[in-house]
């Protein structure tokens, strides 16, 4: 008899303790399962976040511009930022990807109202795409979002320090892109509160054209920013796009993924890595009652292990049957693991879950909505997982049954 027909045989000679090891497997598998399509979804959501209020998942300025951005030298911009926008949205391996494009401009103020006067940082887009980007409509606590032109809405922090209400006039100084000074007068549509001191102190949002024409870079922009639908397809879509921008006659631009901008994405390497190491974890502990179990079978079975080793049986043979039937019980755990996590995560995916209220203390422009994430191939690294831990945690009480003594076993009551 072939050994994984001795060790199916086996496995049904108590089918209850087979049920509770598999169970047992089953319930840790299915929560390692739910576990990473959460943690996807919640690394997802940090990620999209990040990327839509910063830099996208695709960035584009100029070369300078990129080596001094934190200087926000608005000398340095794109001349023709639409063309870089259509150059991007035709990329031909970029088609259907690219759920947002959006120019912007980030730019350094000089905030005035009657003898008060305050330094900020202004950003200005396309006020309608901006409410699924930044989201600061959703923290507008007094006034309106912007609506017109010649419209500004301001943090409640710049509103505190210079009088300001909605309706007031505020005006602002800028350096132009050609090192002149730029002036222009702005009606305070809103004021926003986000309770995050660097937006509410010093942060205020315009639309792109007023940005325009007070710096002087008609059609321009400092940055273009590209959404994905899949932002772990990032760095080979910035390819894309570099080669797209190049054909079109564009030089001197830089492109950028959001993994290459700044530390964040190596801190989410990080985050990765520690989350696999509680994976493994969780499958173990869910794995330990094979142990126990193997440990059982061996010590009831120790006078047929005598017979069969009486009868010729080698060490090793014996040794993978027990081995066997520690994996066996790994796999059937493991697969109905994966399968529920699945399922879990497949729902979720689709209705997600909703931290709005365990968040309503923090107003920060995001979107409090996380959808599990649904990756076939992790699934099947995790049943993987499942099987190896139940195998290696199989192999002490297996070589215990393999190095018994013949004589010793068959005397054995």
Not at 112 to 124: D, E, L, Q, Y
Not at 254 to 278: D, N
Not at 381 to 402: E, T
């Given at each position: 008899?072939?050994?994984?027909?001795?060790?199916?045989?086996n496995?049904?000679?108590?089918?209850?303790?087979?049920?509770l090891?598999?169970?047992?497997?089953?319930?840790?598998?299915?929560?390692?399962?739910?576990?990473?399509?959460?943690?996807?979804?919640?690394?997802?959501?940090?990620i999209?976040n990040?990327?839509?209020?910063?830099?996208?998942?695709?960035?584009?300025?100029?070369?300078?511009?990129?080596?001094?951005?934190?200087?926000?030298?608005?000398?340095?911009?794109?001349r023709?930022?639409?063309?870089?926008?259509?150059a991007?949205?035709?990329?031909?391996?970029l088609?259907?990807?690219?759920?947002?494009?959006?120019?912007?401009?980030?730019?350094?103020?000089?905030?005035?109202?009657g003898?008060?006067t305050?330094?900020?940082v202004?950003?200005?887009?396309?006020?309608?795409?901006?409410?699924?980007?930044?989201?600061?409509?959703?923290?507008?606590?007094?006034?309106?979002?912007?609506?017109k032109?010649?419209?500004?809405?301001?943090?409640?922090?710049?509103?505190?320090?210079?009088?300001?209400?909605?309706?007031?006039?505020?005006?602002?100084?800028a350096?132009?892109?050609?090192?002149?000074?730029?002036?222009?007068?702005?009606?305070?549509?809103?004021?926003?509160?986000?309770?995050v001191?660097?937006?509410?102190?010093?942060?205020?949002q315009?639309?792109l054209e007023?940005?325009?024409?007070l710096?002087?870079?008609?059609?321009?922009a400092?940055?273009?920013?590209a959404l994905?639908d899949?932002?772990?397809?990032?760095?080979?879509?910035?390819?894309?796009?570099?080669?797209?921008?190049?054909?079109?006659?564009?030089?001197?631009?830089?492109?950028?993924?959001?993994?290459?901008?700044?530390?964040f994405?190596?801190?989410?390497?990080?985050?990765?890595?520690?989350?696999?190491?509680?994976?493994?974890?969780?499958?173990?502990?869910?794995?330990?009652?094979?142990?126990?179990?193997?440990?059982?079978?061996?010590?009831?079975?120790?006078?047929?292990?005598?017979?069969?080793?009486a009868?010729g049986?080698?060490?090793?043979?014996?040794?993978?049957?027990?081995?066997?039937?520690?994996?066996?019980l790994?796999?059937?755990g493991?697969?109905?693991?994966?399968?529920?996590?699945?399922?879990?995560?497949?729902?979720?995916?689709?209705?997600?879950?909703?931290?709005?209220?365990?968040?309503?203390?923090?107003?920060?422009?995001?979107?409090?909505?996380?959808?599990?994430?649904v990756?076939?191939?992790?699934?099947l690294?995790?049943?993987?997982?499942?099987?190896?831990?139940?195998?290696?945690?199989?192999?002490?009480?297996?070589?215990?049954?393999?190095?018994m003594?013949?004589v010793?076993?068959?005397?054995?009551?």
């Amino acid at each position: 008899m072939k050994l994984y027909e001795m060790a199916i045989r086996n496995l049904g000679r108590n089918k209850r303790r087979t049920l509770l090891a598999s169970l047992s497997v089953l319930i840790a598998m299915a929560m390692v399962v739910f576990l990473e399509g959460l943690v996807g979804g919640f690394m997802g959501n940090i990620i999209r976040n990040y990327t839509k209020n910063d830099v996208g998942h695709i960035s584009v300025t100029t070369a300078e511009y990129r080596k001094r951005e934190r200087f926000l030298p608005v000398s340095e911009y794109i001349r023709d930022s639409r063309g870089v926008v259509a150059a991007i949205r035709d990329a031909p391996g970029l088609k259907g990807k690219a759920t947002a494009i959006a120019e912007r401009i980030r730019f350094g103020v000089l905030l005035s109202s009657g003898p008060n006067t305050k330094s900020a940082v202004g950003i200005a887009g396309d006020p309608e795409l901006e409410r699924s980007l930044l989201m600061l409509d959703r923290s507008v606590v007094r006034g309106a979002y912007l609506a017109k032109p010649g419209e500004a809405i301001i943090g409640a922090g710049i509103a505190r320090d210079l009088g300001l209400k909605p309706g007031d006039t505020l005006k602002v100084v800028a350096q132009k892109a050609d090192y002149g000074l730029g002036f222009k007068r702005f009606r305070v549509a809103g004021v926003f509160e986000t309770n995050v001191n660097s937006l509410d102190g010093s942060l205020f949002q315009v639309g792109l054209e007023d940005a325009r024409e007070l710096l002087g870079m008609a059609g321009g922009a400092t940055q273009v920013i590209a959404l994905l639908d899949r932002y772990d397809a990032a760095e080979g879509d910035a390819a894309h796009v570099a080669a797209s921008l190049s054909e079109t006659g564009f030089e001197g631009l830089s492109v950028v993924p959001w993994t290459k901008s700044g530390s964040f994405a190596t801190l989410l390497r990080m985050m990765g890595g520690l989350y696999s190491w509680i994976y493994v974890i969780v499958a173990c502990l869910g794995a330990v009652i094979i142990a126990n179990v193997m440990m059982m079978v061996v010590l009831e079975r120790k006078k047929e292990i005598g017979i069969l080793k009486a009868m010729g049986m080698p060490k090793r043979d014996l040794l993978g049957l027990f081995l066997l039937e520690g994996t066996m019980l790994g796999v059937l755990g493991s697969a109905g693991g994966v399968a529920i996590g699945m399922s879990i995560n497949i729902l979720f995916h689709y209705v997600g879950m909703d931290f709005t209220k365990a968040m309503a203390s923090f107003s920060w422009p995001m979107d409090n909505v996380i959808y599990s994430s649904v990756d076939p191939l992790a699934a099947l690294v995790l049943f993987l997982l499942g099987v190896a831990v139940s195998a290696a945690i199989s192999y002490l009480p297996s070589r215990s049954a393999a190095r018994m003594e013949t004589v010793e076993a068959i005397r054995s009551v």
